[in-house]
């Protein structure tokens, strides 16, 4: 039999995501353990999840781990149904010594992290133009990566060919040298130069392919950033469409998830770490954060250290008060990220595109 007390509680959920199953947990506002469950990862397993944490109440949070991975599907769904869904940082390896480790487990502490307000971090929407560019910057990445294998490849070959190959191409730089091994008509392939040239070809255009898949995706992110980024954000010194897009993925579709300054630059890993000790007081670079951003951030920073005469004048008088250039990049670092807040989360200035209409 319920109780009054019973009718009227909330409950507060966790997920511990994986690839064909999420395990979900559900605790009361004191953090009693009130049931476990496995669900399918499909929209009518995500819809059996909710309900089934409804029966126990209404739903005040959800704690989702891997919302940008195995949990974007969910997370997306229950934001959609209204529930408000926090991120969750899988739990260290020293909690998972002490308490053991097991999908139950997971999610419950998924739960009391949203509980306690541990997890606070609202999840990316992936619902909108910035999750385009994104997966564009997922492709382009690859192709570019595989870019370079090939180019890596055609080189050791170059270095181990016999003597007359070798010496045809090994002062060549890598477009040169590709497109010679693309135009090779090799013959009789028991011969081992003939082989050669067989290979070297083969991997040569594979190397063409890929760099026009890039120049391919290169064309869509030009015409897709301009529409997505604030007035005037590609028109600041040192940011270029890559620049961007790196900048815009981070920061998501939902740009109001951010909430102060001091979030994003630890968002792009500029945010300033003590390393003070003793009588030496300094911060040093943090390697935390978004990569890609702070990659961008990096960019732009160097671009103005070349370029910009004011950023050319804080060097020069940062490095007569004895700071070191990895000292001085850092705080160049957090000042463009000062500026980037303002441009792309300040505002909350993301451009709305409307969806293209599917074609008949």
Known sequence: MSTMTDRGRVVTGGVDTHKDRHVAAVIDEVGRVLGSEAF??????YRALLAWMRSYGPVVKVGVEGTGSYGAGLARYLAGE?????EVIRPNRQTRR???KSDPTDAEAAARAALNGEAAGTPKSHDGAVEAIRVLRVARRGAIQASTRAANQLRDLVVTAPDDLRARLIALPTVKRADTAARFRPGDLRDPTEATKAAMRSIARRYHALQSEIAEIDAELAELVPAVAPAGFLDRQGVGTQVAAALLAAVGDNPG?????????ALCGVSPVDASSGKQVRH???????RQANSALWRIVFTRMAHDPHT?????RRTAEGKSQKEIVRCLKRYVAREVYKSLVGRNAHTVIAPTPAAA
């Open 284 to 290: 040093r670079l943090n390697r935390g954060g978004d």
């Open 40 to 45: 399918a990862v499909t929209a009518p397993g």
């Open 82 to 86: 209204g529930v408000t869904v926090t």
């Open 257 to 265: 998830r951010v909430t102060s300054e001091a979030s994003f630059a």
């Open 312 to 316: 050319k004048a804080y060097v020069q």
């Open 98 to 100: 002490r308490r053991g």
